[in-house]
């Protein structure tokens, strides 16, 4: 007998930490295996940052701390907002969580009832559709296509808001499509959203450093939209700071208050001394911190787009930021592999990669566009030139 909640029975397992968890059982099994399914930076923390969590240990700043975070710490992602992004908060206006992903789930909690309805802009970041879901509330997908480069028109945003609607989520630069909004863009998103009344929006910046557009504009800054949108960062991807599990937000003060009452009776405040290492990276400039790790994404992602694109049958753009490529590998639908079976969608084909590759991605059926894989090369040029030798090799198989 399943004596477990039916909310608990809905929620999907993430996608990419299922890939992760089979890689490492293939890995045990003494497999070579590439992955590429994690959005995971292989660079070390900045020792600066090291320096300043080792002092906050040595200082025994090891009890409790307020729940949004310590003072010094809010102040200064204020500070950041302003610095980087033109954003005025204060310090009320900030909640420091245990990473972004909290973050989104405690905004989610906070403004969603059920049958509430929630625009996705797909490809979509996999947990947004379960946390939607966990709220009892419904997501809205909106389809894009790789012609586009994944980005969703304002037309056809506005054919799925109803009086439903509540919320829109979107990314940018994307994780999947590392696809990056334009100032130009979202200003007509927002002209276009501005008249209904009821309906915030989530920006994911957590990629904002990994953009190689050099133009990062935050959807907040909008006038029209500013009372209404929830402005979501971290420093797990920027500052290779993915283990410290960091994130926060900016958001409307009620709103601000109504997700440190629900991290208040969830998990209280994230650890000390990961917050004292936090403030030393925000406060830090970009240029000085992050620009060299950018700088590796940008040649990587130039030599994965390279070679996919060599490969008959895939079909790759080129993404603006974050550290992902999306291809559509829908060319490869209902080819049979060395067992006579099918491939009848991108899980298939992600599977077979793994399995026959050894190379570990993740199907787009996640993120909501179903004819594409996620390939990360947050990784090194060698395993990069690796991975996409195999694949070619495995999918040649195909008949």
């Not at 909640?5 to 045990?28: D, F, G, P, V």
């Not at 090891?62 to 003072?71: D, E």
């Not at 700088?295 to 787009?305: A, G, N, Q, T």
Request: aromatic fraction near 8%.
């Amino acid at each position: 007998m399943n004596k477990l909640s039916t909310r608990i029975n809905n929620l999907s397992e993430s996608a990419t930490l299922a890939m992760s968890r089979l890689s490492r059982e293939l890995k045990q099994q003494g497999k070579d295996v590439i992955s590429l399914s994690l959005g995971e930076p292989d660079f070390n923390t900045p020792d600066f940052i090291k320096k300043s969590a080792v002092q906050a240990i040595n200082d025994n700043f090891s009890h409790y701390t307020p729940v949004p975070g310590i003072l010094e710490l809010r102040k200064s992602i204020c500070e950041k907002f302003y610095r980087d992004n033109n954003l005025e908060f204060n310090e009320n206006q900030i909640v420091v969580s245990t990473g972004a992903k909290q973050s989104i789930a405690n905004v989610c909690l906070s403004l969603l009832d059920k049958e509430d309805e929630v625009i996705l802009l797909a490809p979509y970041w996999v947990s947004y559709f379960e946390i939607v879901k966990l709220c009892g509330a419904k997501p809205i997908v909106v389809e894009s296509k790789i012609e586009n480069n994944f980005k969703s028109s304002v037309k056809e945003i506005e054919k799925k808001i109803s009086n439903k609607t509540k919320l829109l989520i979107f990314s940018s630069p994307c994780n999947p499509s590392g696809s990056v909004y334009s100032k130009k863009e979202l200003i007509l998103m927002a002209d276009m959203l501005k008249k209904y009344d009821n309906l915030f929006v989530i920006s994911d910046e957590i990629y904002e450093h990994i953009n190689f557009t050099n133009e990062h504009y935050s959807f907040g800054l909008i006038e029209s939209m500013k009372d209404r949108t929830i402005t979501v960062n971290g420093v797990s991807k920027g500052f290779a700071m993915t283990g410290w599990r960091v994130g926060y937000i900016g958001a409307p003060e009620f709103i601000a208050s109504a997700c440190n009452k629900i991290q208040g009776q969830i998990t209280s405040a994230t650890c000390s001394i990961a917050q004292k290492a936090t403030q030393a990276a925000v406060l830090s400039k970009p240029e000085d911190s992050t620009k060299h790790m950018k700088i590796e994404f940008k040649k990587r992602r130039d030599l994965i787009v390279n070679q996919l694109s060599q490969i008959e049958g895939i079909k790759c753009n080129v993404p603006d930021g974050a550290f992902y490529v999306f291809p559509d590998i829908s060319y490869f639908f209902d080819k049979k592999d060395e067992n006579n079976s099918f491939i009848k969608n991108s899980n298939d084909l992600s599977m077979y990669l793994l399995n026959d590759a050894h190379v570990a991605t993740v199907a787009g059926d996640a993120f909501g566009t179903s004819e594409c894989i996620r390939i990360s090369y947050a990784t090194s040029t060698k395993n990069i030139t690796e991975a996409t030798q195999r694949i070619k090799k495995s999918l040649e198989k195909l008949k």
